[in-house]
């Protein structure tokens, strides 16, 4: 399942360049292009789902996936503690409309982190 022009789907396909920090048979880690905190990893599933909403109801064990590769970034990279933050919806910042968390530590992080 991939959807054409979607920036998040051509990385999982290896079509354009990321800095892969980590990946399972399902989920992929890649830092941010633009990183808003010291840590700031995009954790994604490697199949399209819009959001976080859609990856519950379509992709729950996967979404389960997407929890332990977070928590893995984070024990790598700030001592196990992280904000994993959800964009939904362009009004609350979503750009990608392909379910990726934020794991984020380091730096200020205010709430529009
Ligand atoms: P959101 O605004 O929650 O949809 O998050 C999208 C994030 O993807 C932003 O923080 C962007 O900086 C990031 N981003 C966009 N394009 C790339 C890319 N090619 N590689 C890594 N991160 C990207």
């Known amino acids: 399942m991939t959807s054409t022009n979607c920036i998040f789907c051509m990385i999982v396909a290896g079509d354009i360049p990321a800095q892969k920090v980590l990946e399972t048979e399902n989920v992929i880690a890649f830092r941010d292009i633009a990183p808003k905190a010291s840590v700031h990893v995009l954790v994604a599933p490697k199949v399209h789902v819009p959001n976080v909403a859609a990856a519950a109801r379509e ?55």
């Open 59 to 113: 992709i729950p064990e996967i979404l389960a996936e997407m929890a332990t590769v977070a928590q893995q970034v984070a024990d790598a990279e700030c001592d196990g503690e992280f904000r994993w933050i959800f964009n939904t919806g362009p009004s609350a910042g979503q750009t990608v409309f392909h379910v990726h968390g934020h794991v984020m530590n380091g730096g200020s992080l205010g709430w529009d982190a």
